[in-house]
């Protein structure tokens, strides 16, 4: 154990001095050592004023990888730059974005982040560096978004040579009215894509689209951009950055900055025998509750602490807990604690920062939404209240820890989820070389007509455009359908369409619902139609931004539900009835007595009712509903098994679908180990004996018209994905089964049946017939 990893181990020996004598939460503990700063020379080529400019703000030298990417960039290669939090990746694109523009006085720049509060930080950063460079004087970086007042946007489009948005705006604002920018784009040297992982699912494929739009516009001008993506630690960073742009893209990935050592904790919570959730299977503690007890201990012990939370909600709930906590200990502690709720107003978030920085706070509960754009350093310890999702925004949230040097902890408490339980059991998984890929798939023809209607609104679209994206058959059913017309010279849009208006590039696909809080008449948000009746039926409740409402009506013709603000102490979960066809097959292969594929499927689905939960995890209630049925055209991964292959493991027939059902669960809940998805993102089914196999089968499908590329992910990772959906399972200590493992918060069947065991010896014999890797 390294010295400064003794500070890590100190705090986690005062946490574990807290907990029950009967329990034994911790399942692995990690000392990760320091890393060395790497720094080296300023590049020749980098405009002296801003090494000026860089050194004034304490920066002596580059570290090794921003001036890798950096140069990369200044020699006209599109890279990637994909290195821990608090790695200094911005300068890896302000030295040549600054360099070009200090040298060219016509040059511009575009910065496209996901969201407003990353693009402000980044914003005052370039400002600081502009104001201190004499060369930089007339650059004007300035923000063009949605917040941006109609006579600034005039004045930023005339004035601004590096303008910072997001890529909504750069759809609907800039894309669209291309002519009243040319002067822009026809001198844009730089695109910087900011957080690029983020990109992901149909979102990330209509931000491939719009910057495929961006570069055609471009070359309009006669332009041709260098693309700088910077990007968290995620698996071969390149090839996901090229499906981004559309082209070729060099990673950068050897960290050269330095971090203190950390100790990496992961706790898995009790099984409680007081409650029982459905079916009368065990629940664990709730993550938030066994977060307010670690951050209770660690205050006490005068760290400074930082918990992510999934919801508002939850944020909120940890705080109070850990204030009811030290309460009983030093009242005077309790005011040291607050919840983040502040939304994305940059002066709240500074306000944080400082109390964080200064020791005014020494807890702090939020949301994901701080892993972006804030600038919370040296902090002792951070709490993760159940897996964020991904591998990259757990390592986002345990960066914020320990940045001065110094010894930090890291404690991932797992929630009651299939993918939690297997982290906490499989820690490799966590801590060594990242798995998961971000998940794009740009020719989805749901995302791409509707793309390509918005490119050619912009420009007319020419025969070898619309073969490049192999896309002839989609354009004639659109100009069927009255939206597009074939001319001698290329693919016109007709006169009165606005197909930019029509795509929400962070929506879902084809009709929305918008939720409209009913007594003030503000939109609060949209969903896709195809997701409405799961998220949005009479009765759910509803979060937005932390606040909490409950859903009147749900009218999907209108495309329409109306809410009012509520905040019950349950949350509600959609159960769901399927069935999946099978319409055609893209990838096949036999293994004896399993076979896999990759299929396009019509799933259709019908809500049924749904479950009441207390935050404990005990159901109150199950309510019915009378919803339509909805179909789904998307791709699926599926896999079957003959009989005697079952009953050769131990599985009789009288238990398949107990034993298909577990699986397919278990499978649901850990495909977002390997791609980027959430588990609300994918659905499945299985059955004994599927009419379209004759066979016992298994279908794990993607929620979205067309697929989103997470069913893809799951066919070419299959063994790797199974045998961790095996682990989890086996690595849960309940009897029966739990929400740990194989139940799904879902489920139209109410759960029932589910064979754990049978479950596990299912998967380790298909497993046996597939090839490894």
């Known amino acids: 154990m390294g010295e400064g990893s003794s500070y890590g181990r100190e705090l986690l020996g005062r946490v574990l001095a807290g907990t029950p004598a009967a329990e034994d939460p911790l399942t692995h503990v990690a000392d990760l050592p320091a890393r060395e700063s790497r720094c080296t020379d300023w590049p020749t080529w980098v405009h002296p004023d801003i090494v000026g400019a860089a050194r004034a703000q304490g920066i002596t030298l580059p570290w090794t990888h921003q001036a890798r990417a950096a140069s990369h960039a200044a020699a006209g290669m599109h890279v990637v730059v994909a290195t821990g939090t608090a790695s200094g990746k911005s300068l890896a694109y302000q030295l040549p974005v600054l360099t070009a523009l200090a040298e060219d006085p016509l040059a511009t720049a575009l910065y496209l982040a996901p969201t407003k509060a990353l693009g402000a930080d980044q914003i005052r950063a370039t400002v600081a560096l502009c104001d201190a460079a004499d060369a930089l004087d007339g650059v004007h970086p300035s923000a063009f978004d949605g917040d941006t007042p109609t006579e600034v946007r005039q004045w930023v489009r005339a004035n601004s040579r590096w303008v910072f948005t997001n890529p909504d705006m750069l759809h609907v604002g800039m894309l669209r009215s291309h002519q009243r920018w040319s002067h822009f784009f026809r001198r844009l040297r730089y695109v910087v894509v900011d957080e690029c992982h983020s990109y992901r699912g149909v979102f990330g494929s209509n931000v491939a689209l719009v910057l495929r739009r961006l570069r055609r516009i471009a070359r309009r001008y006669a332009a041709d951009p260098v693309f700088v993506l910077a990007s968290a630690t995620t698996s071969d960073p390149g090839a ?8 070729p893209c060099t990673e950068v990935v050897d960290d050269g900055s330095p971090h203190g050592p950390r100790t990496v904790a992961l706790w898995e919570p009790p099984l409680l025998t007081e409650v029982t959730g459905e079916n009368g299977a065990p629940v664990r503690r709730a993550a ?11 205050v006490v012990e005068g760290a400074r602490t930082l918990t992510f939370v999934r919801s508002r909600r939850g944020a909120e709930l940890t705080a109070m807990g850990t204030k009811r906590i030290l309460a009983e200990v030093d009242s005077e502690l309790v005011e040291r604690v607050a919840a983040y709720r502040a939304g994305y107003l940059a002066e709240d978030r500074r306000e944080l920062e400082t109390a964080l920085a200064d020791g005014t706070l020494l807890g702090a509960a939020t949301t994901n939404a701080l892993e972006l754009g804030v600038d919370i350093a040296g902090l002792d310890a951070v709490v993760v209240a159940g897996f964020p999702g991904t591998v990259a925004s757990f390592w986002q949230q345990a960066g914020r820890s320990g940045r001065r040097g110094e010894g930090s902890l890291v404690v991932l408490v797992a929630r009651d989820d299939p993918l939690d339980t297997y982290l906490v059991h499989h820690p490799a998984a966590l801590l060594d070389k990242p798995v998961e890929a971000t998940v794009t ?6 995302v791409l007509g509707p793309q390509l209607l918005c490119a050619a609104a912009e420009l007319p679209l020419s025969d070898a455009e619309v073969d490049a994206f192999d896309a002839r058959a989609l354009l004639t059913d659109l100009a069927a359908q009255g939206l597009i017309r074939r001319r001698a010279h290329g693919w016109f849009v007709t006169a009165d369409s606005n197909p930019h208006a029509a795509v929400d590039i962070r929506g879902g696909i084809g009709v929305q619902v918008a939720i409209v809080d009913a007594d003030s ?34 009218d999907l013709d209108e495309g329409l539900a109306l809410v009012h603000a509520e905040a019950p102490e349950w949350t509600t979960s959609a159960r769901e009835t399927t069935d999946i066809v099978v319409t055609s097959v893209i990838e096949h292969r036999d293994h004896g007595e399993v076979s896999t594929a990759l299929v396009e499927v019509e799933v259709t689905h019908q809500v049924v009712g749904y479950l009441r939960r207390l935050p404990s995890g005990e159901v109150l209630d199950s309510v019915e509903l009378d919803m339509p049925a909805q179909t789904l055209p998307t791709r ?12 050769s493991a131990g599985v009789p027939p009288d238990r398949f679908p107990g034993a298909l059902h577990a699986a397919e669960h278990a499978a649901i809940g850990l495909l977002p180990l390997v791609a980027t998805c959430d588990r609300g993102d994918i659905g499945g089914v299985s059955t004994a ?4 196999t004759g066979l016992p089968t298994v279908f ?12 893809d ?42 064979d754990k065991e049978a479950a596990v010896r299912l998967l380790t014999a298909v497993l046996g017939t597939l090839p490894p890797g």
Request: with cysteine.
């Open 441 to 446: 798939d740009p020719t989805n023809p749901f």
């Open 700 to 711: 794990v499908y993607d929620g979205h018209p067309g697929g989103a590329g997470f069913a």
């Open 636 to 647: 699926a991964v599926m896999y079957t098994a003959t009989p005697e292959l079952l009953e």
């Open 689 to 692: 004996l599927h009419a379209d």
């Open 521 to 554: 008449g503000r939109l609060l948000g949209t969903v896709d139609g195809g997701r409405a009746p799961a998220t949005t039926h009479p009765g759910a409740v509803y979060l937005h931004q932390g606040e909490s409402f409950v859903v009147d009506t749900l």
């Open 240 to 247: 996901a950055a090229a499906r981004l742009i559309g082209a």
């Open 288 to 298: 938030g509750s066994e977060a307010a007890r670690i951050m209770a201990d660690l």
């Open 713 to 754: 992910r799951g066919h070419a990772r299959l063994t790797q994905w199974l045998t961790a959906t095996r682990d989890a399972i086996d690595a849960c200590e309940c009897a029966a089964g739990c929400p740990s493992c194989v139940q799904s918060p879902k489920c139209g069947n109410g759960n029932n049946p589910l």
